[in-house]
């Protein structure tokens, strides 16, 4: 069964740090790009980040350059983010998602998603 | 960065009726890389379209996507219960930035 399961996510403090997991099964991982998509409660989809498959091509958000990193370990099949700075904007349920290609591409598989709260 | 409007907000129709939703995007979408995804309450979305006319695995032919360009379409040809929800496209491509559109609720009437 193909499936991405995140991981890290919680309640953190304004300024502080997180770092999102993302364990990927169930397909040959190195042959697609990922990416990371939030949503905020009650609102729309934002891209944040994505990565091709062999880290040689990365993006990310305006609203999240500089701040927030995205990886990825083929040899585990798994995906990154790591969070810095955090502010209370980036309150959000986090998505890993699959694309369809080695770069770019639509996303045809979705993990559940982990809840990032930044609050004091 | 390309910014994608959907249209109408909240779409307010009856099974069995025909749904037509748009999306148009601020400049040119790039060989027609424009996906439409559907979002349940409480669910990750679900990839229904990509390359603007391809329908993704598994997904139903009452869901068709068409248009180039800057203006696209997505249609559900005769609405069933479970199509009731949250409809996004999103212009994706080699280079980033995605982006996605505000998204269309669908909702019966």
């Known amino acids: 069964e193909v499936q991405l399961v995140e991981s890290g996510g919680g309640l953190v403090q304004p300024g502080r740090s997180l770092r999102l997991s993302c364990a990927a099964s169930?397909?040959?991982?190195?042959?697609?790009?990922m990416h990371w998509v939030r949503q905020a409660p009650g609102k729309g989809l934002e891209w944040v980040s994505g990565?091709?498959?062999?880290?040689?091509?990365?993006g990310y958000a305006d609203s999240v350059k500089g701040r927030f990193t995205i990886s990825r370990d083929n040899a585990k099949n798994s995906l990154y983010l790591q969070m810095n700075s955090l502010r209370a904007e980036d309150t959000a349920l986090y998505y890993c998602?699959?694309?369809?290609?080695?770069?770019?591409?639509?996303?045809?598989?979705w993990g559940q998603g982990t809840m990032v709260t930044v609050s004091s | 960065e390309i910014v994608l409007t959907q249209s109408p907000g909240t779409l307010s129709l009856s099974p069995g009726e025909r749904a037509t939703l748009s999306c148009r995007a601020s400049q040119s979408v790039s060989s027609s890389y424009l996906a439409w995804y559907q979002q349940k309450p409480g669910q990750a979305p679900r990839l229904l379209i990509y390359g603007a006319s391809s329908r993704a695995t598994g997904i139903p032919d009452r869901f068709s996507g068409s248009g180039s360009g800057t203006d696209f379409t997505l249609t559900i040809s005769r609405l069933e219960p479970e199509d009731f929800a949250v409809y996004y496209c999103?212009?994706?491509?080699?280079?980033?930035?995605?982006?996605f559109g505000q998204g269309t609720k669908l909702e019966i009437k």
């Open positions: 998602a699959k694309s369809t290609v080695t770069t770019g591409g639509a996303f045809d598989i």
């Open positions: 999103q212009q994706y491509g080699s280079s980033p930035p995605n982006t």
């Open positions: 990565i091709s498959w062999n880290s040689g091509s990365i």
């Open positions: 169930g397909f040959t991982f190195d042959d697609y790009a």
